[in-house]
């Protein structure tokens, strides 16, 4: 059975860290990313990686901040956060695609999602 299950979510002040954490099972995933959305916003892209690590993509809104990583050896992936402000807050998916011919990282398209973890930071 395929499942991701995310980790590392919590309740931080503006400026702190958080690493997210998604392990996957049940097969593993050329290219992984994670997700985010808000309270009444719809989800949106966030970061991802390939199966090399070599390709990554950036929101333009995390991009200085956040970095993501891949462990192939344990079929984990991890999202750091840091300089992390307010409308950082949402529940955060980890996103996973077997398809080794995927062209866009970016696009929502993801055939396997996790059920989320709550990132909120305070002001």
């Known amino acids: 059975q395929v499942q991701l299950v995310e980790s590392g979510g919590g309740l931080v002040q503006a400026g702190d860290s958080l690493r997210l954490s998604c392990a996957a099972a049940g097969r593993t995933f050329s290219t992984m990313g994670w997700f985010r959305q808000a309270p009444g916003k719809e989800r949106e892209f966030v970061a991802a990686?390939?199966?090399?690590?070599?390709?990554?993509a950036y929101a333009d809104s995390v991009k200085g901040r956040f970095t993501i990583s891949r462990d192939n050896a344990k079929n984990t992936a991890s999202l750091q956060m840091n300089s992390l402000k307010p409308e950082d807050t949402a529940v955060y998916y980890c996103?996973?695609?077997?398809?080794?011919?995927?062209?866009?990282?970016?696009?929502?398209?993801?055939?396997?999602w996790g059920q989320g973890t709550q990132v909120t930071v305070s002001s």
């Open positions: 996103a996973a695609d077997p398809n080794p011919l995927r062209v866009r990282l970016t696009s929502p398209e993801y055939p396997y």
């Open positions: 990686i390939n199966w090399s690590g070599g390709t990554t």
